[in-house]
Each structure stands twice: as C-alpha cells, then as structure tokens.
C-alpha cells in the first residue's frame, strides 16, 4: 500500500504538539495556539518523498517516525517559541509576570528565594503541582496557595527532588577513596589533625554518611588521632529531619557491599539482626552518625562554613542560572581552604570565569584543587 508522506507527518506531528503542551502553562495552549504551532511547524518539515510504500498503515508510521521524529521535535520547539511568544490573539494575562510573582509570595510566606534558579527546570517543576491539583494557570495556583497552604509542602517536595543513594555514581566513589587516603596521608605528615568536609546539598544524608564511611576506611589506625567533621547542608528542613535518622530503605543501599555493611550498619531495629529482606531498614551505626552534622542552608542567601578540605555539591547547580552559579562558586572557593578541593555532579563544570580559581586535579570525576 501506499501514503502520502505528509499526512502521516501532520499526525505524528499533531500528537507531538498535544504531548509537547501537556505541562505548559507559561503560554498559551488554547485551541487557536494549538492550531497555529502545528501549521507553524509543518511549515518547516520537509519530506524527502511524497509517498511512501509499506504493507500497514502501522508501519509506514513507524517507518516515518523513525525517519523524521528528530526533525519534528525540533520544529515544534520553534515553532511553540514562535507562537507561544506572539500569540495571534489578545492575551488575558502576562503569564511570566504572574510567575514572578509566585515566586514573590513563596519568597514573602516561606523565606525560599528560587528567583534566581533556572527559570525553565522551575517551570516544568510548578507544572507538575498545577496540573497534579487540575488547575489551568500560575493564577489558579496562587489562589491554591492561599486557600491550601498545605500546598507548600507539596510543592517544596516536587522544586527541591532529593534522589539519592549511598556511593552514587560508584566509579566516583574510587576516585574520592584515593583523594581522601592521600589528604589523610599529606595532613599526617604536616601533623595537621583536623578534617572538615562540606556535603552541600545533602538531601537525605546518603552523600554525607558515605563521605564519613570513606574517611573511617582512610584513617584505619590513625582514626583516634584525628578530628573529623562533616557538615551537611540542605534547603529543604525535611531532608535534614530525615538525614538525622540515619535509617534508609534497602534501594539506598544497594552500592554499599558486604565488607562495609558489616562495619556500618545493622539492619532492623537490632544489632544482631540481618538478612536482605525488602522491608528491613538499614540503620547507619553511631561510629558514622557522630562524625557527621546536619543543618539547614541556603546557599543563595547565608554564609558558608569556613576551612573547607573537601567540599562535596553535586548535582545541585543545575538548578541555578548561569549569574547564580558564579557567585556561588566564588563563595565556594572563599570557603574552601589553600590546598582544599571541590567535587562537582557529573553533570556540571565549572564556569570559565571561576575555572581560572580552580586547578583540574580530575576532570572525570569533576574534582578541582583551590590553589
């Protein structure tokens, strides 16, 4: 059988532009802009044959989709930033205005500052608490706010997401083994006792707990004659409330093998007891949780620990916007001592500014040196 390339292409795209909408609320998404960012992107998608040849109307869509998905995406991303932008009616309200002024009132009821973190990433996560509460606009989810405040809860859950584990990212985790022997080794030699290391961002304490577990595992028989400090810090109080239980479900600890299980938790409510049992919880034993300080931080707005020798803050700068994440840094090396380091996500580098600050001691791991 045989169809016309372009009619599958406007369906596909049509389904693309309904799912590309689905948790957009800063533009508009009526019937009339729907239409227009369809044509708008139609109008860049150009088929290389105007028929194509298959044996089901299933595969030729699969086979276009295969072919020209990539192409589509890309032109309803333009054309909804077209659109979206000009709308080709008049407009009930300045959609952006009204988020600003969201964040504003969540500014002015909680003390939570998120005006300067990466406006989109922020978007998409306000999207998810609207349309979770079958609400239409920013000003429907103010209105929300004020009559529900419980709503805050809801939403802080859903801006600040704490997904964490013990040693995540577990090639890092070598890495950061080896660093501390040797920072261990080199404080021995210049008979310096003292060991401060930050987990900025710590969410439920996994990071922070596996920071104090590789420091017990460095010092081995110099342990009693060193101070160890980890400090921990989130915005979010509930993590840290959490945190300080020290206790995690089996999926947290699934990086964590048999050698330092043994050493470092106990399972249940127990001592003795064991096992790998899907309910059990895995509890963190007093040797870690004493080493180890939890507090809430802001990172945008107070002031940092000083004398840092290692500090941890991974995967949190992709919520700040570029002006953000400069003066951060530059607080981070403020805060860092000469000769300290400072471990970023995988998924983050250093500014080129700020770059110039740092010495690259391992670019795989993300690990800089403060001069």
């Known amino acids: 059988m045989q169809i016309k390339t372009i009619s599958v292409l406007e369906t596909l795209t049509k389904d693309a532009v309904e799912s590309a909408l689905v948790l957009r609320y800063d533009i508009c998404t009526c019937p009339v802009c729907r239409k227009d960012i369809l044509a708008e992107a139609m109008r860049s998608i150009h088929p290389v044959k105007d028929v194509i040849e298959g044996e089901t109307t299933e595969s030729l869509t699969r086979q276009v989709k295969a072919e020209y998905m990539g192409e589509i995406n890309h032109a309803i991303f333009n054309a909804t930033e077209k659109v979206g932008g000009r709308p080709s ?3 009930a309200e300045d959609r ?6 969201l964040l504003q009132k969540i500014l002015q009821e909680r003390g939570l500052d998120f005006r300067n973190y990466h406006i989109d990433l922020l978007k998409r996560r306000f999207a998810v608490r609207i349309k979770a ?6 000003t429907d989810y103010i209105k929300l706010l004020d009559n529900n ?3 805050y809860d809801k939403l802080f859950e859903t801006l600040c997401i704490n997904v964490s584990e ?3 990212d577990p090639p890092l985790w070598i890495t950061m083994q080896y660093l501390l022997e040797n920072m261990i080794s080199e404080k021995i030699k ?3 006792r003292d060991l401060t290391i930050w987990s900025a961002g710590c969410a439920n304490g996994e990071e922070a707990y596996s920071l104090a577990i590789c420091v017990a595992e460095a010092l081995k028989s110099h342990a009693k004659n060193f101070h160890v400090k980890v400090i921990a810090t989130d915005i979010d109080s509930r993590c840290i409330a959490r945190a300080q239980k020290a206790q995690y479900a089996p999926a947290s600890v699934k990086n964590v093998n048999d050698k330092l299980m043994g050493k470092y938790f106990f399972t249940g409510n127990k001592d003795t007891d064991s096992g790998a049992d899907l309910n059990k919880t895995y509890r963190v034993r007093e040797a870690i949780t004493a080493a180890v300080s939890f507090s809430t931080l802001d990172l945008i707005t107070e002031e940092f ?3 840092i020798d290692l500090l941890v803050c991974r995967n949190v700068f992709i919520y700040f916007n570029r002006q953000l994440q400069e003066k951060i840094l530059n607080k981070f090396f403020a805060a860092i001592r000469p000769g300290g380091y400072l471990c970023m996500g995988q ?3 250093l500014l080129t500014e700020v770059r110039k600050l740092f010495e690259d001691t391992d670019s795989n791991a993300r690990i800089y040196r403060r001069p």
């Open 305 to 307: 620990p000083r004398d």
């Open 190 to 192: 210049k008979a310096d």
């Open 347 to 349: 998924s983050e580098s």
């Open 149 to 151: 405040p419980r709503e």
């Open 133 to 138: 509460n079958a609400l239409y606009s920013y």
């Open 96 to 101: 952006n205005k009204t988020f600003k002024s």
């Open 166 to 168: 013990f040693f995540r």
């Open 89 to 91: 009616h008049p407009q």
